[in-house]
T-cell receptor, first 115, second 111 residues
Framework: ETGVTQSPTHLIKTRGQQVTLRCSSQ?????VSWYQQALGQGPQFIFQ???????GRGNFPPRFSGLQFPNYSSELNVNALELDDSALYLC??????????????FGSGTQLSVL | GESVGLHLPTLSVQEGDNSIINCAYS??????FIWYKQESGKGPQFIID?????DKRQGQRVTVLLNKTVKHLSLQIAATQPGDSAVYFC??????????FGTGTRLQVFP
């Protein structure tokens, strides 16, 4: 177990709705990264938060947004849900924002289904 | 970081045999390579890493080999067990880029 917890584990929404996913990072970690994983694909980087500020973003539209709180937990918000947003959303925490040199500790993810 | 290319989407091995998962990379801009394992229903888990000043690194039942001449690396799992069944990702790290995952290699272990 990594100590990274995500909630909820499963979620069903309809197209056009908004969703908030939550992540508690491992103790001592100040950086959180979010990934989207479609079925049969590898995780795709969405964005990273370091000390409550966005620290890098992948190729995702602005309707994907995030927050990091003083306790380093994090939220991922997706507005105007589309069918293609159906995926496993993974949160990973790390000791720092050292880019790809930082070892990531992943949660088990939230499985989002958009109908 | 750029993802590196895994050779096979699926690898099937018999329990007890050794597994070898191969990976190739196109340039040597980064000197750091990482392997992650993702079991069904779980997030990826760090297995082992290697820097370009090394040719080989060993962990518990796993060995990573780096051949800089042909730009190839491999993950070897000794005495493969059912619990090794997972998707394996090889990634190239870098100073500022975020980890980029490819599609991975699915390792299937049969009795």
């Amino acid at each position: 177990e990594t100590g990274v917890t995500q909630s909820p584990t499963h979620l069903i929404k309809t197209r056009g709705q908004q969703v908030t996913l939550r992540c508690s990072s491992q103790s001592g970690h100040n950086t959180v990264s979010w990934y989207q994983q479609a079925l049969g694909q590898g995780p795709q980087f969405i964005f990273q938060y370091y000390r409550e500020e966005e620290n890098g973003r992948g190729n995702f539209p602005p309707r994907f947004s995030g927050l990091q709180f003083p306790n380093y937990s994090s939220e991922l918000n997706v507005n105007a849900l589309e069918l293609d947003d159906s995926a496993l959303y993974l949160c990973a925490s790390s000791l720092g924002p050292g880019g790809a040199n930082e070892k990531l500790f992943f949660g088990s993810g939230t499985q989002l289904s958009v109908l | 970081g750029e993802s590196v290319g895994l050779h096979l989407p699926t690898l099937s091995v018999q329990e007890g045999d050794n597994s070898i998962i191969n990976c190739a990379y196109s340039n040597s801009a980064s000197d750091y390579f990482i392997w992650y394992k993702q079991e069904s229903g779980k997030g990826p888990q760090f297995i082992i890493d290697i820097r370009s000043n090394m040719d080989k690194r060993q962990g518990q039942r796993v060995t990573v080999l780096l051949n800089k001449t042909v730009k190839h690396l491999s993950l070897q799992i000794a005495a493969t067990q059912p619990g090794d069944s997972a998707v394996y990702f090889c990634l190239r790290g870098g100073d500022t880029d975020k980890l980029i995952f490819g599609t991975g290699t699915r390792l299937q272990v049969f009795p």
